[in-house]
């Protein structure tokens, strides 16, 4: 696992082209949990590595842009195996030198975490996101990723808990999925509000739309 945390601090986000970047990606990983939500040409990487939960095609733009940024904290509401937080984290710390990173779940920290705990240093929040507050992050977080209660109230909920930790920019998971309506009903209602972009790419391989990721700055 570690020669795994070690290539993706090698990446250079800012120099690799987007078609590159996306087909790299799968190379570190992939969750298989929904497989029918996931394009079945990358199944070769599923369950495997760091098992992070993203389409590469909207991941590979998404990364792109969040570099262009000067982050230097970064919060992930449900971070289940942590593959994307690990991704984000590394990206960002190439750039931007170190990263405070906070990981929030309910669920007992995986063992994919404990592995990259022993490499680069973070937070484990094992807590509802309601519960997050001052004492738990005694500072402001530039960056946070909403990926947790994907009720209309529970994101409503975590969007404003998060404001307490005044972030630049924040992002929305599910924002275009069939699985998760009432995201994509809270993430139209709010957009046009803030400067805001949307990932959205999907695969013709899958019977649907699923995932999608909505970045705004605030």
């Given at each position: 696992m570690v020669e795994i945390f070690k290539k993706i601090s090698q990446v250079d986000i800012k120099e690799i082209d987007l078609n590159l970047l996306e087909t790299t990606l799968p190379?570190?990983?992939?969750?298989?949990?929904?497989?029918?939500?996931?394009?079945?040409?990358?199944?070769?990487?599923?369950?495997?590595?760091?098992?992070?939960?993203?389409?590469?095609?909207?991941?590979?733009?998404?990364?792109?842009?969040?570099?262009?940024?000067?982050?230097?904290?970064?919060?992930?509401?449900?971070?289940?195996?942590?593959?994307?937080?690990?991704?984000?984290?590394?990206?960002?710390?190439?750039?931007?030198?170190?990263?405070?990173?906070?990981?929030?779940?309910?669920?007992?920290?995986?063992k994919i975490l404990d592995e990259y705990q022993k490499y680069g240093n973070f937070n484990y929040l094992q807590t509802h996101s309601q519960k997050l507050n001052g004492k738990l992050i005694n500072q402001d977080i530039d960056l946070i990723l909403i990926d947790g209660d994907h009720s209309y109230e529970g994101l409503s909920r975590d969007f404003e808990i998060c404001k307490q930790f005044n972030p630049k920019y924040v992002s929305f998971h599910d924002i275009c999925s069939d699985a998760c309506p009432e995201v994509v009903k809270f993430w139209n209602e709010i957009k046009e509000q803030y400067k805001h972009y949307e990932f959205m790419s999907q695969y013709d391989s899958v019977d649907g739309n699923f995932l999608g990721i909505g970045l705004i700055e605030i």
């Open positions: 190379t570190f990983g992939m969750n298989g949990e929904n497989s029918r939500e996931l394009p079945s040409e990358l199944s070769e990487h599923f369950n495997t590595g760091i098992r992070f939960w993203q389409y590469p095609n909207q991941f590979a733009p998404y990364l792109k842009q969040i570099s262009k940024y000067r982050i230097k904290s970064y919060l992930e509401i449900g971070c289940r195996w942590g593959g994307t937080f690990i991704l984000t984290k590394e990206i960002l710390t190439k750039i931007n030198g170190e990263v405070n990173g906070f990981a929030c779940d309910y669920m007992p920290q995986s």
